[in-house]
């Protein structure tokens, strides 16, 4: 086990009423953002729940894009390797055409509204495929759908970084990273958008599917120019948005500072995680950021309200 700083600490060294009967001071590590190969990261979810014991994670949940399908696996996993298990989304969703990702931990991905319109992202995912081909095409990258998909193999959710994966398998960029940096981050000759709900509109779903909604990374790479704290407010106030991702890579440190100021001027929680890629995403390791113990406690409150105010039947978290 280990203390804040992430160093191990060893209850014999503590003196007092505070020392624990015997072994090592518990402090539980979280880590409520992660990818799975069925959708864009690169390990399948045996591995990655298997990375997870190693990087020393207490709590772990699996947050593929747009799909479910990694859940039952991962509680397989989980229970084998006595750590926790939160089934959980990232939900692809657009403001004013700038994407925005919503965490959604313990819905019911079989809640028909939110099944038909995660249904629909993924079909628009798929559909984006030859439009990037042509265009990257166009511009003399040599690439075909064909080599696309057999990298999105075993995913329902095909993203951008299947496309990347196809352009370091036939020689035309090193890694994901250039790929994105030369062809496919927004603004380049190979981003296509694709169809994605209307946040308020995602957050209801959730909610009624008895789930949790987080806004992730709201001041990551395209979601700053619109998740200001007005826009935060309101999803809260209209929507009952329950929390923010705030200690994740793309934020900066003073990012982190003014998010958690928000977060408590909303009264709302908030959340740090790794937003893991598996191979797929450098500076991402499993447990760079965490999300403490109090405010994932919040989170399991929030998701006993709301599954209590649901039809759906929702999964549970796994906590040994
Ligand atoms: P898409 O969902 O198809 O629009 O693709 C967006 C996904 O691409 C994000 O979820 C990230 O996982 C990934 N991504 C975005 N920028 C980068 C980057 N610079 N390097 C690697 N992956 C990235
Ligand atoms: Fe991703
Ligand atoms: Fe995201
Ligand atoms: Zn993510």
């Known amino acids: 086990m280990h203390n804040c700083q992430g160093k191990p600490v060893n209850a014999d060294s503590i003196s007092g009423d505070n020392r ?5 001071v518990p402090l539980v590590r979280i880590d409520l953002h992660t990818h799975s190969n069925r959708s864009d990261g690169t390990d399948p979810v045996d591995v990655l729940m298997t990375h997870a014991q190693q990087a020393g994670l207490d709590v772990i949940a699996l947050t593929d894009h747009d799909t479910a399908d990694g859940w039952v696996e991962a509680r397989g996993a989980a ?5 926790g298990f939160v089934p959980g989304l990232e939900i692809s969703c657009k403001l004013n055409g700038i ?13 028909p509204p939110l099944a038909k319109d995660l249904q629909v992202i993924r079909d628009g995912r798929t559909d984006r495929i030859p439009t990037i081909v042509a265009r990257l095409n166009s511009i003399g990258v040599p690439l075909t759908v064909e080599e696309v998909l057999a990298q999105a193999t075993g995913t329902p959710s095909v993203g951008r970084p299947h496309v990347a994966d196809a352009l370091v398998a036939n020689g035309t960029v090193a890694n994901r990273s250039e790929a994105f940096d030369r062809f496919l981050a927004d603004g380049r000759a ?22 949790v909604p987080v806004i992730a990374h709201p001041w990551g790479r395209s979601s700053h120019k619109v998740m200001t704290e007005e826009t935060l407010a309101g ?17 900066s440190p003073q990012s982190r500072t003014a998010l958690r100021a928000i977060a408590e001027n909303l009264g709302i929680i908030y959340t740090g995680s790794s ?3 598996g191979a797929g995403k450098i500076d991402h390791d499993l447990g760079v950021n965490t999300t403490q113990p109090e405010q994932f406690e919040r989170l399991l409150e929030v998701a006993k309200v709301n599954a209590a ?4 039947q929702v999964p549970e978290a796994y906590l040994p």
């Open 309 to 312: 105010a649901s039809d759906a």
């Open 275 to 277: 937003d893991h890629h």
């Open 99 to 111: 994407s925005v990702h919503l965490l959604s931990y313990l819905p019911d991905p079989s809640y």
């Open 20 to 24: 624990p009967a015997k072994g090592l």
């Open 235 to 251: 999803l809260v106030q209209d929507h009952g948005l329950a929390g923010i991702e705030i200690d994740h890579q793309d934020h």
């Open 79 to 83: 229970e084998e390797l006595g750590i």
């Open 190 to 211: 190979g981003h296509v958008p694709h169809y994605a709900l209307e946040p308020g509109h995602a957050i209801d779903l959730v909610r009624e599917a008895g789930g």
